[in-house]
């Protein structure tokens, strides 16, 4: 005797209504993330009457359905100021937009978009020194989650629950990626500077008795010694050898107080990109006196463009300021299509509560949007700091973000700084690819 399965590809999902916000959502969830497609009905009859595993999105009984009971927010328009009660959970770890309902005891739609769209950044908060959203005023931070992607959590258990009610269902499994990305804030520390910022530079280290740092200049002018920035071919070499996936970003702005890089027209800057194009991935870091400058971050993208002979389409915020709508506006308007800034410079996790790349939803305007988000869960000087503070390894303190990416067959980004590939730090990177890369070579 044999038996034959039919598989199902196709979930069905019933609400009475629907929206920009609930068609992102199950968009996100279920086409992207979870790899199935869906059905969307707002007829009640035609959904009891549709064959299929069904999901039904309302507070109406239905026999023999899933259901999740939805709250308001993926129905409502602008910004309200929800009230956010977070529970611990067994089987969901912690949980927001709480109901009665028992096998899925939350909106998990609604909660999910509350986190990926950054809801909560659209709200008064607490900023720090760079004008940015302060870690700590975030749900993720306060109720202890920060650390985990908790909205891939979510998934893996939704999936569970699928998979329950008819084994049939087909998923496409996600694929584990790391991505390792440079940002080049200051590209030398000592080297084709020029007169001015040179004699400056001497100058100031004189005014402050910096006399090491005077030798050490003066080795690198007269090429005695490597410039303690220069770590490229270190870095080309060391992803070659393990087969990285990496992007440099590159500060083209103008001098200011915050964005101290060469000027874009040093001619040895400018090979040295174009060196970097022909192995890596490239993108622009726009400045921080473009953050409030449409045309300014548009000179530097087009700067980029012009060296690399590319068009430029990945970016990522100097100091990773990222202020909701507008940064994310100006880019698209900049014409870039992948951003890399969803993360905290000063704090290592997931500002997004997420792994996976995902299209950023535009609140204020209401629409899905064409530019990607690519979280990052790592920053190297985050690391440096808290190994400090907390008298840990580097890889002590990373170890933990890695495996949470694993676990989810997420992409992990981290950051490194290339004014940081001292010979600790390199010696921790390698380290630190091996662990990033082990478990995609399998």
Known sequence: MYLYFSFVDTLVIYSPKTSNRLTYCLNTLFNEA??????????????????????????AIIENCLQIKPHSILFDYGIKDYLVEVNNHAQFEKLFFKTSNLQIPFDIFGATFWLIARYEEYLPYKIDKFNRFNFKSSLAYQ?????????????????????NVNNTLIFKESVYNFVSSIDVDNVYKYKHKGFVRTMAGYVSDFVSKKFESISERT??????NKDPFDCYNFLIETHNAYSINSIYFFLLGDYGKNDKNHSATNLQFQTLIKS???YSMVGIHPS?????NLQQLKVEVNRLSSITHKNIRKSRQHFSV????ETYQSLLQGGIIEDYSMGYTNCNGFRASYCIPYIWYSLEDEQITALQINPYCIAENTLIYYSKKENKTLMELASPLINEVKKYNGQLISIFHNDTFDYEIKNFYIEFLKECTYFSNK
């Open 34 to 59: 979870l790899g199935i497609n869906y059905k969307l009905i707002l007829d009640v009859e035609l959904f009891i009457k549709t064959e299929g595993v069904k999901l039904n999105y309302s507070d």
């Open 276 to 278: 970097i194009a022909d």
């Open 288 to 292: 921080y006196g473009s953050r409030e």
């Open 143 to 163: 109720y202890n989650f920060i650390e985990k992607p908790l909205v891939n959590k979510w998934l893996y258990e939704l999936k569970q629950i699928l998979l």
């Open 322 to 325: 990222l202020n909701f709508p």
């Open 219 to 224: 080795s690198v002018i007269f090429k005695k």
